[in-house]
T-cell receptor, first 117, second 109 residues
Framework: EPEVTQTPSHQVTQMGQEVILRCVPI?????FYWYRQILGQKVEFLVS????????KSEIFDDQFSVERPDGSNFTLKIRSTKLEDSAMYFC???????????????FGSGTRLTVV | GQNIDQPTEMTATEGAIVQINCTYQ??????LFWYQQHAGEAPTFLSY??LDGLEEKGRFSSFLSRSKGYSYLLLKELQMKDSASYLC??????????WGAGTKLIIKP
């Protein structure tokens, strides 16, 4: 069964450093998402991406965050200057037909656990 | 504001049936999802309801009442592997998923 792949599985970084989280969505999917989940808390939407541009973003997704699809397969989330409160699981997800026909749900990657120290 | 409410934790016995409720208040409605999430893992899709009524899929069923802003996930013949958090999520008028905090289901032998 096709999978969304995320790397690394766990990253530890010092406060103020930049991190790049990587995702390889399912190959025929067109819509890509980043979510985060602080330990023990709700899943929170960060950003959705379609046709090489951001389609929606949440209040959490401020100027410290950016997303990119540098080639045909990777989808990255960059945090420019990490803060302690950025420590969370970051999940990438992709969907085949996008927001307006969500019957199939989204396929989530296994996540990257980011720890900012 | 937008709100999804579900119980924090439930306990059930292996082989039994459990119903996990979810109530929602959102700006618009484009469907309700149930996801299963094992600790430290990604959510996995269980069901999607957009019309009123019951959707059955094996041991799992999901029910929706749009007029009441209410859904439930019904799990039958519980197995130990069903111990997980169950997340209710509603797609609002902007097609964004609004997530509940999840219900931790503990299965006892």
């Amino acid at each position: 069964e096709p999978e969304v792949t995320q790397t690394p599985s766990h990253q530890v970084t010092q406060m103020g450093q930049e991190v790049i989280l990587r995702c390889v969505p399912i190959s025929n999917h067109l819509y890509f998402y980043w979510y985060r989940q602080i330990l023990g808390q709700k899943v929170e939407f960060l950003v959705s991406f379609y046709n090489n541009e951001i389609s929606e973003k949440s209040e959490i997704f401020d100027d410290q965050f950016s997303v990119e699809r540098p080639d045909g397969s990777n989808f990255t989330l960059k945090i420019r200057s990490t803060k302690l409160e950025d420590s969370a699981m970051y999940f990438c997800a992709s969907s085949e037909v996008g927001d307006r026909t969500p019957n199939y749900g989204y396929t989530f990657g296994s996540g990257t656990r980011l720890t900012v120290v | 504001g937008q709100n999804i409410d579900q119980p924090t934790e439930m306990t059930a016995t292996e082989g039994a049936i459990v119903q996990i409720n979810c109530t929602y208040q959102t700006s618009g409605f484009n469907g309700l999802f149930w996801y299963q999430q094992h600790a430290g893992e990604a959510p996995t899709f269980l069901s999607y309801n957009v019309l009123d009524g019951l959707e059955e899929k094996g041991r799992f069923s999901s029910f929706l009442s749009r007029s009441k802003g209410y859904s439930y996930l019904l799990l039958k013949e519980l197995q130990m592997k069903d111990s997980a958090s169950y997340l209710c999520a509603v797609m609002d008028s902007n097609y964004q998923l609004i997530w509940g905090a999840g219900t931790k289901l503990i299965i006892k032998p």
